[in-house]
Structure formats: structure tokens, C-alpha cells
């Protein structure tokens, strides 16, 4: 008798959630909870970033955090329910065309490719290119928005983690590239006053 009591309790209070949201919620809070803990053995001051070291790291994990919540209240509110965006279907995808498979290896691909260049060339030399990419092999095929998303998702990108965080990023070690990178950071210095 007070089995079937705990479940109707259960039913009642997590409304739509099931014991695997719980799981994958608590595992993820888990994570956040570890790597904040360890964030505390390197937080030293340093001296031209006023947040200090563990500053980056912890608004990852502050992500993180907001993702899971976000996650468990969808979950609350919705259940298991798919979200249906524009231009998606029921069906499921047709592998049986070449074309659908070249676009899902190249959307597979494109990040390593993209970790593999980083250190001959650079992350703000290469990363409008991987942007366009991904949005291009994503299905978008107007130039100009594909153009202004890059260099909104790009300034964004620099913004956050050049002047915000202040975060060092792969500069690359091959001449053109090298060179474009020492301009965007003395372009950054001149901009911050440092």
C-alpha cells in the first residue's frame, strides 16, 4: 500500500518528469558541482584580469548549470515532448541518398578539420570560415545571412573571449596566419589601453 501511495505522490509532485530526466539533471548538476570544486585549486589573482583565473572556466560551468535547469523545467512542463522547428519533419531522415550522407559526414568532420588547423593557423584567422561552414552544411544557403551570422556569432566570439575573459587563443605559427593574429591582439590591446 504505501508503494502505490509513493507513486501517486511522485506523479503529483515532478509533474511531467521521469525518473531518467532525474537521472541525466542530477548527473549533470554532478559535473558542475565537481568542476566548480576544482576550479578552487587554481584561483589565483592575475594581474591584468581582474576576475582572475577561474573566471572563464566558471561561466562555462555557470552554462552549465543554466542548461541543466533549463533542461529539467522544459522536462517539468513538457515531458518527453519534441520541440518541432520550421522545416522539420515527422519522418525520419532518408539515408538511402548519397547527398544526405556527404552533408552529415561533412557536418561530422568540420570540427575536427577546424581542431586540426588551430595550431598552424589559428583561431581568428579560421574560425569565420568554420562558422560559415557549419551554417552552410546546416542548410542555409542565402550568402548574406550566412555572412551577417558569421560576423555577428564571430564578434560575439572575440568580444566574449578576447575582451571579456580575456581567455589566450591559438594563435597558429604559420606566417599570414600568425601575422592576422598579432594584428586582432595589438588591434585588442589598443582597445583595452594595456
Not at 504505501?2 to 518528469?17: N, S
Not at 587563443?169 to 589598443?190: C, E, H, M, R, T
Request: proline share 5%; aromatic share 20%.
Amino acid at each position: 500500500m504505501a508503494p502505490c501511495f509513493l507513486l501517486r505522490a511522485w506523479e503529483y509532485t515532478v509533474g511531467r518528469l521521469t525518473l531518467s530526466n532525474l537521472i541525466e539533471a542530477a548527473i549533470f548538476l554532478l559535473i558542475a558541482g565537481i568542476f566548480y570544486a576544482f576550479s578552487f585549486e587554481f584561483n589565483q589573482p592575475i594581474e591584468i584580469y581582474i576576475f582572475g583565473a577561474t573566471a572563464w572556466p566558471r561561466v562555462v560551468i555557470g552554462f552549465l548549470l543554466l542548461a541543466t535547469l533549463g533542461n529539467l523545467w522544459f522536462h517539468y512542463r513538457y515531458g518527453n515532448a519534441t520541440q518541432a522547428t520550421l522545416g522539420q519533419s515527422e519522418e525520419k531522415a532518408d539515408f538511402s541518398e548519397a547527398g544526405t550522407v556527404r552533408r552529415m559526414i561533412a557536418v561530422l568532420l568540420t570540427p575536427f578539420i577546424f581542431a586540426y588547423l588551430l595550431k598552424p593557423i589559428g583561431i581568428y584567422f579560421s574560425a569565420p570560415f568554420f562558422i560559415a561552414a557549419i551554417i552552410w552544411f546546416f542548410g542555409e544557403r542565402r550568402w548574406k545571412v550566412i555572412l551577417i551570422m558569421t560576423l555577428f556569432i564571430y564578434c560575439v566570439f572575440i568580444g566574449l573571449f578576447l575582451m571579456i575573459l580575456n581567455a589566450p587563443l591559438p594563435q597558429g605559427n604559420v606566417s599570414p596566419f600568425y601575422d592576422f593574429s598579432a594584428w586582432v591582439l595589438k588591434l585588442n590591446a589598443k582597445l583595452q589601453g594595456i
